[in-house]
Each structure stands twice: as C-alpha cells, then as structure tokens.
C-alpha cells in the first residue's frame, strides 16, 4: 500500500449507530488531518494531530470523535449523528516541516476519502 | 470575507488547448503558500503545484502552471495540453503564516475536458 488509505469507502449509518472511519498513510509523516466535504460547501478543516497530539479543533461537535494511536493512524469515531453530516470525509497527512518558510509548504496529501450517508 | 475565492464554478475547454482557473486570495501576511489541487470524481484530492508568496519565479509542474501576481492577490492555474484525463474538480488553497497546519480552500472549479 503507498500513500494515504482511507476505510470504508462507503458507510451508510442510522442516526443512532455508532461506527468509526480509519485512515492511514504509509508516507512516514508526522501531521494528520480530518477534513469534510459537504455538497456546495468548500472543504471544511476538523482536525489536526502532530506527533499523535490534537493541535486543532475546529469547533466540531462532539458526534465526532478523532483518536490517534499513532503518527501513522487516524480515526473518527461516530456517533448519533445528524443527516446533515453526510458528507465526504478525507483524511490528509503532511510531513510536518518547518518552521519559518517550510512550514508553509508543509504539503498535505489526501486520501479516496470515505462517502457518509446518515439516514 | 472569503479568503480564497474561485468565481468559475465551471469550465470547457478543447482537448490538446490551454485553459487557466482563475483564483484570488485574501491575506495580511507577508509570507504565504498557495496551493492547487485535482479532485477526480474518485474523490481523492490529487495535490498539482505550491507557490511561496515569497518565490520570485512562478512555480511550474509538467503541464501545471501558476500566473502568480502577488499585488493583485491572484495565483491562477494554467493547464497547458489539456486532456481528457485532466476532467475534474479543481481547488485552490491556501496557508497563512499563523503557525497553523490548516489549509483554506475555495470553492473550486469543475473543469471540463471536450474530445
């Protein structure tokens, strides 16, 4: 396997269910990422993990729970979600470079993603 | 306000021809990176190209090009030979120098290819 792996590709979940998304990423980097990808809506940022560490949360409700076991896993574990979370949910790593300049090319590549259908 | 705004939310363009996606920006930092990249109908964003606001050069891929114009606030994407393969979602991006990993997206634009 190289690059970012993404699992399932598919979920289809009742609100009441409880499922998680795995992802990772063979490519030996340090940062990882959660993002979501709704319909008319650009990509929306919802977590960040640096050596396995949460550096970021952007004001994700608490259906969504990220777990990272280590730098090269990522998980989002869901729970009594909502029909408006349907969405496409990528996950991205990055080397983590920097700082100063090379933190900002610090690339991010991403998984296939994992299409989420909450009835 | 936006940060990054793509005003084409589609586009043709003739196999073998050049198009450009045009993207604008807005920031108050000096040093920044924009970034472009391809969402087959696959889903998997595909990163194209990276320019630092600090590069004097335009940053050049292959095919890939950017028309970066700092005062303007714009990094457009220049796709060179487009072929039937190149038929995707496009998204421009961007990092701020805040310390912050966060990449900003714009809305993107679905490009596309006619044989």
């Known amino acids: 396997e190289t690059g970012v792996t993404q699992t399932p590709r598919h979920l289809v979940m009742g609100m009441t269910n409880k499922k998680s998304l795995k992802c990772e990423q063979h490519?030996?980097?340090?940062?990882m990422y959660w993002y979501k990808q709704s319909a008319k809506k650009p990509l929306e940022l919802m977590f960040v993990y640096n050596f396995k560490e949460q550096t970021e949360n952007n004001s994700v409700p608490s259906r969504f729970s990220p777990e990272c076991p280590n730098s090269s896993h990522l998980f989002l574990h869901l729970h009594t979600l909502q029909p408006e979370d349907s969405a496409l949910y990528l996950c991205?790593?990055?080397?983590?470079?920097?700082?100063?300049?090379?933190?900002?090319?610090?690339?991010?590549?991403f998984g296939p993603g994992t299409r989420l259908t909450v009835l | 306000a936006q940060k990054i705004t793509q005003t084409q939310p589609g586009m043709f363009v003739q196999e073998k021809e050049a198009v450009t996606l045009d993207c604008t920006y807005d920031t108050s930092d000096q040093s920044y990176g924009l970034f472009w990249y391809k969402q087959p109908s696959s889903g998997e964003m595909i990163f194209l190209i990276y320019?630092?606001?600090?590069?004097?050069q335009n940053a050049t891929e292959g095919r890939y090009s950017l028309n970066f114009q700092k005062a303007r606030k714009s990094a457009n994407l220049v796709i060179s030979a487009s072929q039937l393969g190149d038929s995707a979602m496009y998204f421009c991006?961007?990092?701020?120098?805040?310390?912050?990993?966060?990449?900003?997206f714009g809305s993107g634009t679905r490009l596309q290819v006619q044989p």
């Open positions: 320019q630092g606001s600090y590069d004097e």
């Open positions: 991006a961007m990092r701020e120098d805040t310390g912050r990993r966060a990449l900003t």
């Open positions: 991205a790593s990055s080397q983590l470079t920097g700082p100063g300049r090379e933190a900002l090319t610090d690339t991010q590549y």
């Open positions: 490519l030996g980097h340090n940062a």
